[in-house]
């Protein structure tokens, strides 16, 4: 939440769909170096940035990072209809023109990378790059099946990978994981990535993990504090942020993406920055993404988990900015 994480530098905003917005917004000191769009995944906010916040400010960087619809002290609409992702896309631009933005670097972790994807189809000439962390970039107006892809990830790898998406669309999910949150939070940010081979990915798996109040090593990369920071940011909140997978596995955006006749082309630089290794990431998210792109760079990670922001945030600092000074 950017009033817990970066209070001197939280602001909110009234938009014209009517959806209240927070986030953080830290000023360039000067025209010459620009600003970066921070956009965070499930189940985080504008907190889950704080490490590239800091470096970025001091490396003269301007930086917005918005609480996503659904989280932190941002509005939380309950249709699923509201989390559309070109309604989401006009809300950022909304944001960058009420503070004199015309370009940014964007950079997107987990379903923001969902709506990085979306900005650059929907608005390119708003962006200078894009930066996908841990998933990649994905095309407009694809019909998304997830029963096919769990049938196809358990012929490949003997189990289901996405199973959990069967979970957070049900609506008891949220109620689920706010009255077992230690034991979602162990498995969510895990010391060991391969317990989301078992206990997330499965069928099933996630749901029996949460009920029986498992729990896991603590990872190394998240304090105490910051694992109370991040307890009390989402509290109560996990149903509200689920919506984006309600709109992800309904296909409620395959409609206005067609209609909108999208090209699937990004006409600015892009990097993907992945895992050391792991099965469970999309080994073909390169691939996907270097097809599409004009200039395309690929970076592997020294950390084989999902959150890289966290675990290898030097070195996501550190490739960043080699990135963006490439160009």
């Known amino acids: ?20 917005y927070n986030y953080i917004h830290i000023q360039a000191p000067s025209q010459i170096k620009p600003t970066i769009l921070f956009l965070h995944g499930f189940p985080s906010s504008s907190y889950d940035w704080r490490h ?30 509201k989390y559309k992702a070109k309604l989401m896309t006009a809300e950022i631009i909304e944001i960058l023109d009420h503070e004199h933005l015309n370009k940014v670097h964007g950079v997107a972790h987990d379903t923001g990378s969902l709506l ?39 012929s490949v790898h003997g189990q289901e990978q996405f199973g959990y998406l069967k979970f957070f669309v049900r609506d008891d999910a949220g109620d689920i994981i706010n009255q077992h949150v230690d034991s979602f939070i162990d498995i969510l940010y895990p010391a060991d990535v391969s317990l989301w081979n078992d206990h997330f990915g499965p069928l099933g798996a996630l749901e029996a993990w949460l009920l029986a109040d498992s729990r896991g090593p603590k990872a190394p990369y ?4 910051e694992r109370e920071i991040h307890c009390q940011i989402m509290h109560g909140n996990y149903g509200s942020a689920l919506k984006w997978y309600h709109a992800l596995v309904n296909n409620l955006n395959v409609e206005d993406e067609k209609a909108s006749e999208l090209s699937a082309k990004l006409s600015v630089p892009v990097l993907m920055l992945a895992p050391a290794q792991s099965e469970r990431e999309n ?12 200039l395309f760079s690929a970076k592997n990670m020294g950390a084989n988990g999902h959150w890289l922001q966290l ?17």
């Open 1 to 20: 939440m950017a009033f817990i994480a970066f209070p001197q530098h939280a602001k909110s905003l009234d938009l014209s769909t009517g959806h209240h």
């Open 311 to 327: 675990e290898a945030r030097d070195e996501v600092n550190s490739a960043l900015q080699e990135f963006w000074e490439s160009f």
């Open 52 to 81: 590239q916040i800091t470096h970025f400010q001091s490396s003269g960087y301007g930086i917005i990072a918005p609480d996503l619809l659904g989280y932190g002290g941002t509005s939380k609409p309950d249709a699923p209809e």
């Open 116 to 154: 990085l994807s979306r900005l650059a189809n929907y608005h390119p000439e708003r962006l200078l790059s894009c930066t996908f962390i841990s998933v990649p970039y994905s095309k407009p107006g694809e019909h998304f099946d997830l029963d096919a892809i769990n049938a196809m990830t358990k």
């Open 222 to 225: 998240m304090t105490g504090d």
């Open 283 to 294: 080994t073909a998210m390169d691939a996907t993404a270097c097809e599409e792109a004009a």
